[in-house]
């Protein structure tokens, strides 16, 4: 079953770190570039971060940039998204995603003392 | 960068034809790909279209994506619209390897 699963969220106080992992089955994972997107409550989509298929090319959101770090492990078909000095403006649901393959379930990040 | 400008919310009769727009604000509408996401409340995002008219397998013929030049927008027609299609309703475009969301359209089936 082609999927993406993410997981690694959770309640964290702010300028704390958290991980997050995105699991691809199904389709050749190696050869997709893949991209992290939010979405805050009550809130649209919101773009975060690209990495390119093979990993050598990677953007972020200005927001993010010099906080989350985006990369992934080819071999285990996993995608990860870490995220550094979190505030409470990055309190979202975060999803894996690339073009041609069903969205997962997201994961939900909340930042808050 | 460009920015791409979504109605906030669009009313329509059951069985009736609503096209959304998506306007993008500088350079040409047809110089990146426009994906389209449904996203029913509570639920995870669905692609609808793909690279502006490209439908993937599993999503009715009822949903189609063009591009209007003339407007610089971007367009997702509904026909015969049912009651679940109400919907939030996202375009998505690129830059330089960004992606760029669309602020969205509530859909309501009267």
């Known amino acids: 079953e082609v999927q993406l699963v993410e997981s690694g969220g959770g309640l964290v106080q702010p300028g704390r770190s958290l991980k997050l992992s995105c699991a691809a089955s199904?389709?050749?994972?190696?050869?997709?570039?893949m991209a992290w997107v939010r979405q805050a409550p009550t809130k649209g989509l919101e773009w975060v971060a690209y990495?390119?298929?093979?990993?050598?090319?990677?953007y972020y959101r200005d927001s993010v940039k010099g906080r989350f770090t985006i990369s992934r492990d080819n071999t285990k078909s996993t995608l990860y998204l870490q995220m550094d000095s979190l505030r409470s403006e990055d309190t979202a649901t975060y999803y894996c995603?690339?073009?041609?393959?069903?969205w997962g379930q997201g994961v939900m990040v909340t930042v808050s003392s | 960068q460009f920015v791409l400008t979504q109605p906030n919310s669009v009313s329509t009769n059951l069985g009736g034809t609503v096209k959304l727009s998506c306007k993008r604000s500088?350079?040409?509408?047809?110089?990146?790909?426009v994906n389209w996401y449904q996203q029913h409340e509570g639920r995870s995002p669905t692609t609808l279209i793909s690279r502006d008219d490209k439908r993937p397998d599993g999503v009715p013929d009822r949903f189609s994506g063009s591009i209007d030049r003339s407007s610089n927008s971007a367009l997702l027609t509904i026909i015969n619209v049912q009651t679940e299609d109400e919907a939030d309703y996202f375009c998505?475009?690129?830059?330089?390897?960004?992606?760029?969301f669309g602020g969205g359209t509530k859909l309501t089936v009267l």
């Open positions: 199904g389709f050749p994972f190696s050869d997709y570039y």
């Open positions: 998505q475009s690129y830059s330089s390897g960004i992606y760029i």
């Open positions: 995603t690339t073009i041609g393959i069903p």
């Open positions: 990495i390119s298929a093979g990993g050598g090319g990677t």
């Open positions: 500088t350079g040409n509408i047809g110089s990146n790909y």
